[in-house]
């Protein structure tokens, strides 16, 4: 079970950082990423890390600004948000994925319930 936290109003500009504990099973070995859903529109990537050698991947639209990160001692990931836009308004997602080339395919193994974020203007 993925369980994300952090979310919450911010004022463009802004800071947030969101977690996302996993729970019940050990996530080792999964990469684990972010996805966002804006409404109305589809769901999309955001970041993404791979489990050993920790190799980060980023949409181009929040390289610079966003930082993923993961502690697998603690079973958790993270994803600090810097520079919030309105657009970026969205429910943030958290999804691992046994192979960072399903993930990166939007090929979930797992998925949460999301935390949302909302970027006043």
């Known amino acids: 079970q993925l369980v994300e936290s952090g979310g919450g109003l911010v004022q463009a500009g802004d800071s947030l950082t969101l977690s996302c504990a996993a729970s019940?099973?050990?996530?080792?070995?999964?990469?684990m990423g972010w996805f966002r859903q804006a409404p109305g529109k589809e769901r999309e990537f955001v970041a993404a890390?791979?489990?050993?050698?920790?190799?980060?991947y980023y949409a181009d639209s929040v390289k610079g600004r966003f930082t993923i990160s993961r502690d697998n001692a603690k079973n958790t990931v993270y994803l600090q948000m810097n520079s919030l836009s309105p657009e970026e308004t969205a429910v943030y997602y958290c999804?691992?994925?046994?192979?960072?080339?399903?993930?990166?395919?939007?090929?979930?193994?797992?998925w949460g319930p999301g935390t949302r974020v909302t970027v006043s203007s």
């Open positions: 999804a691992a994925g046994i192979l960072i080339e399903r993930l990166l395919n939007y090929e979930y193994d797992y």
């Open positions: 019940g099973r050990t996530y080792n070995n999964y990469a």
């Open positions: 890390i791979t489990w050993s050698d920790m190799r980060t």
